[in-house]
C-alpha cells in the first residue's frame, strides 16, 4: 500500500471518531475505566512491596564489642563492617552514648547509676542496617565471627515475616490484576464490537464493492488506538493526581505512618515516566487491537 494510501486511511480512521461520536466515547470511557483499574492495582502492589520493604530496613543489627577493644581496632572492625555483603548502612555508638541511652531507657532505675561514675565499662557497638531483609540472620552470623565482637543480635522472627507476608500481598495482588483484566477485556470487547455492529452494513458494502481487509480494517485500527490513547492520556493525569494527593496526605501523618512503612511509598516523580508509557502504549494497542479483531465478524461475507 503506497504512503498516499496509508495517509487517507488513517484520516478516514480519525474522521470516524467524530462521526461516531457516540460509539468512540463509550470506547474511551471503558477504556479509560479498565485502564485506571487495573494501573491503579498495580500501583497498589508496587507500593506495598515497597512499604514491606521499606519496613524491612528498619529490622538492625545490633553489635556489640569487647568493652578492652582500642579505638584503632574499633575503627578497623567499622570498616569491616562498610565491606561486607547484605550491610546498607553502619552507625558507630561510643561508650558514651550507649551510656546515655541506657540513662534514658531505664527511667525507673534511674537511682542505679548514683553507683556508677563511668561509662567505661560499656562498650562500643554498632547499629547495623541490611540491602537485603531476607538474609539478615546469615549477615548476623557473618558479624558474630568478627573478632572483638561480643555479640551481633537481630530478629530473624521480624524478617520471616515480612517474607512471608511479602509472599500473601504479591498472590493476592497478582490474583486481582489478572482478575480485574479479564473483565476489563470482556468490557472493551464487547464495547468495540458494539462499535463495529453499529457500522457493519458500511463494512459490507465496502466488502461487496472490492474493497480488501486491510482496506476495510486500517481506519478501524487507526480509531481504536487514537481513542485507546487518549484514554491512556486521561487514565495517566487522573492517576497522577490521585496518587499526589494520597501521597501527600500519607506524608502530613509524620513519623507515626512512617514507623509502619509509608515512608517507603515510592513518590510519583520517580515512576511517572513508566506509568505514562504503560496507559499510552497498553490504551493505544488494546483499543486498536481491539477494534480490528471485531470487524472480523462482518468481514467475512
Not at 485506571?36 to 553489635?63: D, K
Not at 531476607?134 to 530478629?155: C, F, K, N, P, Y
Not at 502530613?252 to 509509608?262: I, S
Amino acid at each position: 500500500m503506497k504512503i498516499s494510501g496509508i495517509k487517507y486511511l488513517a484520516n478516514q480512521g480519525i474522521e470516524n471518531i467524530w462521526k461516531n461520536k457516540m460509539m468512540a466515547f463509550a470506547t474511551f470511557c471503558v477504556l479509560l475505566i479498565s485502564l485506571l483499574l487495573v494501573g491503579g492495582s498495580a500501583l497498589f502492589y508496587f507500593n506495598m512491596n515497597s512499604m514491606i520493604l521499606g519496613l524491612g530496613n528498619q529490622n538492625e543489627i545490633a553489635v556489640y564489642l569487647d568493652p578492652a577493644t582500642e579505638v584503632l581496632r574499633v575503627q578497623q572492625i567499622q570498616a569491616q563492617l562498610q565491606n561486607m555483603d547484605n550491610v546498607d548502612t553502619v552507625e558507630y555508638i561510643s561508650k558514651e552514648e550507649a551510656y546515655n541511652r541506657m540513662q534514658n531507657q531505664i527511667q525507673q532505675g534511674k537511682a542505679i547509676f548514683d553507683y556508677i561514675d563511668s561509662y567505661e565499662f560499656m562498650p562500643d557497638g554498632f547499629k547495623v542496617t541490611v540491602l537485603n531483609n531476607d538474609h539478615i540472620e546469615e549477615t548476623t552470623l557473618d558479624i558474630g565471627r568478627i573478632e572483638e565482637v561480643q555479640s551481633a543480635s537481630s530478629s530473624p522472627q521480624v524478617a520471616e515475616f515480612l517474607r512471608e507476608l511479602r509472599k500473601v500481598v504479591s498472590v493476592i495482588a497478582i490474583a486481582v490484576i489478572i482478575a480485574l483484566s479479564a473483565v476489563s477485556m470482556i468490557m472493551i470487547s464487547n464495547t468495540t464490537k458494539a462499535s463495529v455492529f453499529a457500522r457493519r452494513e458500511e463494512i459490507q458494502i465496502m466488502k461487496y464493492v472490492g474493497a480488501t481487509n486491510s482496506f476495510i480494517r486500517f481506519p478501524f485500527f487507526v480509531e481504536g488506538m487514537v481513542t485507546g490513547f487518549f484514554a491512556g492520556a486521561g487514565a495517566f493525569f487522573i492517576t497522577m493526581a490521585v496518587y499526589r494527593s494520597i501521597f501527600r496526605i500519607l506524608m502530613e501523618q509524620g513519623t507515626l505512618m512512617r514507623a509502619f512503612g509509608v515512608g517507603s511509598i515510592i513518590p510519583f516523580e520517580r515512576i511517572q515516566l513508566w506509568v505514562a508509557i504503560a496507559y499510552l502504549v497498553v490504551g493505544s494497542l488494546v483499543g486498536a487491537v481491539g477494534s480490528v479483531v471485531s470487524t472480523r465478524r462482518h468481514i467475512d461475507v
